[in-house]
């Protein structure tokens, strides 16, 4: 029976990766549909989401069936149960690059306000954030999860240069560019709620492997 449970959880794991894997590719169609204002790359994208939801529902069915068939307790119980949790983030991320594919529709028309610079900075740290989280769940790697923590501040001060170059050098300087303006406002927004959702993966890998709570408690990670 141990062994059966074993080859379960390897699958779990696998299966999670792929969920990850996909999900990451997504941030990067984003924003290259971003890049080329590129209606049919965010179309692309909207319709990969139906894909993500079936991988979601997939592990949760997975996670459940290994709880009431092997009856796990302590760790592995731990584990199956923060698969879920981990697994919900991953939709909510993907869910993301909808919206920002969403935003990329939006601005298909119009060229571009403005060069994109630390936008795609932002989006390279989403997905290495993303990635590493990942990682880190799948090896129960501690100092990893550590590190995708202390990256969102980075997250937070790209969101804020974005935010602050477009509306004082853009929108408040000429109204007729508001539009274009907002909707780069919310891809850096969405972006920023990505990484958001991957240090909620790396604080939950903390806790699985050490029992330790670190949200809301950055001291911590000194």
Do not use: W
Request: charge should be negative; charged fraction near 30%; proline fraction near 3%.
């Amino acid at each position: 029976m141990t062994r059966y449970f074993d080859e379960e959880l390897l699958e779990l794991n696998k299966k999670i990766l792929q969920m990850s894997a996909e999900v990451e590719a997504d941030i990067g169609n984003s924003i290259k549909a971003l890049r080329e204002l590129s209606r049919e790359k965010a179309e692309a994208v909207i319709r990969e989401d139906d894909q993500i939801d079936r991988m979601e529902l997939e592990i949760e069915e997975k996670c459940l069936n290994l709880i009431a068939l092997y009856q796990p307790a302590a760790a592995d119980l731990r584990f199956i149960v923060m698969s879920l949790k981990i697994t919900t983030d991953l939709e909510r991320i993907a869910d993301l690059a909808v919206d920002i594919a969403q935003r990329v529709e939006e601005m298909a028309d119009q060229p571009l306000l403005k060069p994109l610079i630390d936008i795609p900075k932002l989006a390279t740290l989403a997905q290495g954030m993303v990635r590493d989280a990942i990682n880190s769940f799948v090896n129960k790697d501690v100092e990893l999860a550590r590190s995708v923590i202390l990256r969102d501040n980075e997250a937070d001060e790209l969101k804020n240069l974005v935010q602050t170059e477009l509306i004082n050098d853009y929108m408040m300087k000429d109204p007729t560019t508001v539009p274009r303006g907002v909707a780069l406002l919310l891809v850096a927004r969405h972006l920023e709620r990505i990484c958001d959702h991957a240090t909620n993966i790396a604080e939950d890998v903390i806790y699985l492997v050490k029992a330790e709570v670190v949200k809301h408690h950055p001291e911590s990670l000194k």
